[in-house]
């Protein structure tokens, strides 16, 4: 769960000026309720609402994983990097890149931010889209975790862009799946920055970052341009690029090792 405090400024921007937050805690159907009145709001259509928020029941098991969190990285960064990054991921990368190579440089130069870093991210989050990018629904997911009292505004907002992914069309319902905290697609937005970073870079009307390696990369490269990353600057731990990252990920060694992935991928 990287993305908090990149969400947490967003929330505001979803709920449309309505009213009150719903009340976390308390009976789950009532609540569920009041999120459904709060989307209805907020612009999204009574027949997404109700087909989304119909029936839906809370998950212990993403609860349980959500007081898990918090030791995510507690290794030092060699034994983080060596987990993450080796020559099977660098192999497939560098396979990428000149398999992509045209669309990587068409989000080079619209967005401003280098292949390398965009694959190396690609590859942690999803090993290119071949790994695990979540099995949950998503909206069950967050309905769970806004009910939840300990971060409940955060998870009411993010289950409100859930639910206008849907209202846009960009994904339908069956296919709003997901990680443990919401997380969508092959570099793993929180449905927030689906909906403020989401690019249709494909051309087909619809930002899908679950299916379409276009619309992954060119949405992964907005969050990092609109966040001030720089091309051709650089983006080792100090610089102006490593704070622009931190908009993906707080973690510094998260960021380090991003930044030790693009080296590899690019040779160095």
Same mark, same amino acid.
């Given at each position: ?74 290794? #030092? ?18 396979? =990428? =890149? ?120 060119? #949405?992964?490269?907005? =969050? ?45």
């Amino acid at each position: 769960m990287s993305k908090y405090a990149l969400a947490i400024a967003f929330i505001a921007c979803l709920a449309g000026g309505s009213a009150q937050a719903a009340r976390c805690g308390g009976d789950f159907n009532s609540f569920v309720a009041s999120m459904a009145s709060e989307a209805q709001a907020a612009g999204v259509s009574a027949s997404v609402t109700s087909a989304a928020l119909s029936g839906v029941q809370q998950d212990g098991a993403v609860l349980a994983f959500d007081r898990r969190q918090r030791y995510t990285f507690n290794k #030092s960064f060699e034994q983080y990097v060596s987990t993450r990054v080796g020559p099977g991921r660098i192999n497939g990368g560098k396979a =990428l =890149l000149q398999r992509h190579a045209a669309l990587l440089s068409r989000i080079e130069q619209q967005f401003g931010v280098p292949r390398y870093i965009l694959v190396a991210i690609w590859g942690l989050e999803s090993d290119f889209g071949k790994g695990d990018i979540g099995k949950l629904p998503v909206v069950r997911t967050l309905a769970t975790l806004a009910h939840d009292c300990r971060r409940t505004e955060l998870f009411q907002g993010e289950l409100l862009a859930a639910l206008k992914i849907v209202q846009r069309g960009d994904l339908p319902l069956r296919d709003l799946i997901g990680a443990y905290a919401g997380e969508i697609g092959q570099t793993q937005f929180l449905p927030s920055s689906y909906i403020k970073y989401g690019v249709d870079f494909d051309g087909d009307g619809h930002v899908d970052l679950r299916h379409s390696v276009p619309d992954v990369l060119a #949405s992964t490269a907005n =969050l990092l341009h609109t966040s001030g990353f720089k091309m051709g600057q650089p983006y080792g731990e100090g610089t102006a690029n490593f704070e622009a990252m931190r908009e993906w990920n707080r973690a510094v060694i998260y960021r380090k090792t991003i930044g030790y992935f693009a080296d590899r991928l690019a040779g160095q």
